[in-house]
């Protein structure tokens, strides 16, 4: 029968701990870039459905998604996060 001591994952063959967690943070980066973008295209689509300024709604969702991507290749969150913020007070500003 075999032992069914303490697992020990350090000492453990095959033990690739290592990539699990850079796949997890990858796919946290991912979801944190991916759920702001989404969130800055519905302010972009409020503020044409409030204000009929489209000139405004399209850049936000133009930068919104360039700052997205750039964001998920460099692996920066904050810069999608001040977009929110930008995309936000033109909202306000428009409406």
């Known amino acids: 029968m075999a032992d069914h001591g303490t ?3 350090g000492t ?5 701990l290592a990539a699990h967690e850079a796949t ?19 302010i972009g689509l409020a503020i044409v ?4 300024h489209w000139g405004v709604a399209i850049a936000v ?11 998920l290749v460099s ?3 904050n810069p ?3 977009m929110t913020v930008i995309s936000l007070l033109a909202l306000a500003v428009t409406a």
Do not use: K, P, S
Request: proline share 0%.
């Open 7 to 9: 697992v020990e994952y």
């Open 12 to 16: 453990a063959t095959g033990n690739d």
């Open 24 to 42: 997890y943070e990858g796919f946290i980066h991912l979801a944190y870039v991916g759920t702001l973008v989404v969130i800055n295209i519905v």
């Open 49 to 52: 459905g409030t204000t009929d």
């Open 61 to 71: 969702m133009i930068f919104a998604i360039i700052v997205g991507a750039r964001g």
């Open 75 to 77: 692996g920066a969150r």
């Open 80 to 82: 999608i996060l001040i």
